[in-house]
């Protein structure tokens, strides 16, 4: 059997209608395709963090508490940056800060 991938449900029919082969959509594999791609969209907007308010909270702390810090940790995060580029296990993901 051979699959034909094409986008949307309205182009797979066109696509079957014009080969002249009837379609036939089971609602299990479109149910599941849904549930997969809304997993995938979960993910990308971080919903896939159960933890979120624990890290929240310490960013909350650092922002109140030890602001004194602040420059410090971003020092150390540029040369934590630095070192993986220079190893070769990260992109370019310099973010511009304010301080």
């Known amino acids: 059997m ?10 797979s029919h066109e696509a079957a209608a014009d080969a002249g ?43 109140e508490r030890m602001v004194e810090r602040l420059a410090d940790d971003h020092r150390r995060a540029r040369d934590a940056s630095a070192y993986r580029r220079h190893r070769g296990r990260g992109g370019d993901h310099r973010v511009p800060i304010g301080l």
Do not use: C, K
């Open 21 to 63: 082969i009837p379609i036939h959509i089971d609602g299990a594999r479109l149910f599941n395709a849904a549930v997969e791609q809304a997993t995938a969209y979960r993910r990308m907007v971080g919903g896939a963090m159960r933890q979120a308010g624990v890290i929240a909270a310490a960013g909350i702390v650092a922002l």
């Open 2 to 11: 051979r699959m034909l991938r094409v986008r949307g449900p309205s182009a």
